[in-house]
């Protein structure tokens, strides 16, 4: 158990970084139902940064290159060329015209190169054991999958040498696609980036040269398209460039496209169905389906990530290096899946975290349990706060005080959008604050603190349920989320840094004016004109949460500065 950790199975958290013999192994399929994330179909890819689509169109690249070799051995099989690309290789253009001219550029570029993993025998080798990786699933959605568990069959050796004899790259007379790919690259293409505008003819030329006699179709897979300039998805005067584009290759016989977005974004525009299905991939943490459904997905994440080298002969499982309960509720997992907030990369982060916390404190029990993750989680906060200055902390710490009188989590503050904006504008892995609804005309926008800043600054996040009592075990379990916004005033923050008010609840009121009873069972008198401006509005009922200042006179005990918690 100890190499196992010292492995550090979840240190790779960026879908680039995985080679594309094992993207396979690890990825966790997103889609319940009959579809499949490899379908031959137009996909808009939705989820924010690290929820995984890069993960999604690799494992759709590794997907069809895997069935390239059986479809070339085979000349009555349709070949499809899959071609990934990354429109951040883009981001410094800026001309919505040149952006479009690169883009098919990069297309042909990259089908002219498709030859070059034949060619490689390291890569023949990495593509067969891509094949080892395969389930039972994945076999059933290729079309190719008599061949491929033919093929997969073969040993390393035995598989790059009979690939090579019969596509003829060990001398002999190649395969047609190799022989075309290398002529196109060589010529063909330098002629194609010399025209002034290129464009979708080109790419169906280049097409059908390389697959002279033989069927075949194209899988476009593009990456990062909110990182090209906002001009190339707007265009005031007609059709933007980006909206041309997906119609040419929404209406070409010979194409599929799947395109990963960043959802409300500029980039996200294609809301018709005819641009293809989307695809959300990022799960609810707040609600029971939600959470039970997410944590399926990530148990099967984690019993591949601590197997990357096979499917079949599970080494480890999750229960190896996890306390779980049976319930599903109440230990370890719960929290992390809490803590990620539904996002893929900041999950990885956090059971990398969680690991090296266990190793550290309990290196003779090697077992993640609830009070580690608890650690891992109160140091992931402290390295984020570590961000801002002392300021930008005393600003924070005003916020939360108030929320903590409150008894939330969750917050407004109307007119400090601009202030909050750097809390808010890093990234899923290191905001501090999040955006949980944004505004729209006088409805002002939710704020809510990270879950792992909520955990180091002992924010509630969970009631007991069927009551308004903070559920320290932070578990649905027996528990639910904390649904209460706090509003926050400049009155509110000079309130809650008064020293000794107390808190207590209405024991009974009568127009203008009522009691207190505290928690240590004494009674305060009030009156409307006790209660803070910022309140005033609220209704004062009998069993409303209150704080206040307490004061004695004589016999006489009154309430002043009085807020209304709920």
Known sequence: MEELFKSRPFKTRNADEFNLSSILNLYVNPIIGLNTPFDYENTIVKGRMGSGKTMYLRANYAFYLYGIVPSLLDPESEVIL????????????????????????????????????????????????????????????????????????????????????????????????????????????????????????????????????QTGKIILLIDEAGSLDRKFFQNDEGSAFFEILMNQFRTSSFMRTKIAVYPNSYSDMLTETRYGDAVRLEETIHTERGYLRYRRKIETLINNYLN???????????????????????????????????NMRRLIQLLDSSLNVTFRESPDNLMVTKEFVFEALKEHGEDIESLFNAQEKEFLENIISVCKTRGAY?????????????????????????????????????????????????????????????????????????????QISEELIEQAALPGKIEGEISFVHEDAGFIQCDAGNRYFFTDLSVIDSDKHKTKVIGKRVRFYPATFNDSRTASSVEILT
């Open 308 to 342: 990357p080298e096979s499917h079949d002969d599970v080494e480890y499982k999750a229960t190896d290096i996890f306390s779980l309960n049976d319930s599903q509720y109440g230990d370890c997992l719960e929290q992390l899946l809490y803590a990620s907030q539904g």
């Open 410 to 486: 969750k917050f407004k503050f109307p007119n400090m959008s601009p202030v909050l904006y750097k809390y808010t504008s890093k990234s899923r892995e290191y905001n501090l604050i999040n955006i949980e609804e944004l505004g729209t005309g006088r409805r002002g926008t939710v704020y809510s603190f990270d879950y792992a800043y909520c955990i180091l600054r002992d924010l509630p996040t969970h009631y007991i349920k069927g009551t308004e009592k903070q559920n320290k075990e932070r578990s649905l379990e027996n528990g639910t989320w904390i649904s209460r916004v706090a």
């Open 82 to 213: 899959p071609v990934f690309i990354r429109l951040s290789d883009f981001q410094h253009l800026q001309e919505p015209s040149e952006i479009y001219r690169a883009i098919i550029i990069k297309i042909i570029e990259e089908l002219t190169s498709i030859y070059l993993h034949l060619e490689d025998q390291k890569r023949l080798a990495e593509i067969h054991q891509g094949f080892q990786y395969l389930t039972d699933d994945m076999y059933s959605a290729h079309r190719l999958s008599a061949s491929m568990k033919q093929l997969a069959k073969l040993g390393s050796e035995e598989y790059v040498e009979r690939v090579s004899n019969e596509l003829g790259i060990k001398g002999g007379v190649k395969s047609k696609f190799i022989e075309l790919s290398s002529e196109w690259k060589g010529t063909e293409f330098t002629e194609i980036k010399k025209k002034p505008n290129p464009g979708i003819k080109d790419i169906e030329e280049c097409y059908k040269n390389l697959l002279e006699g």
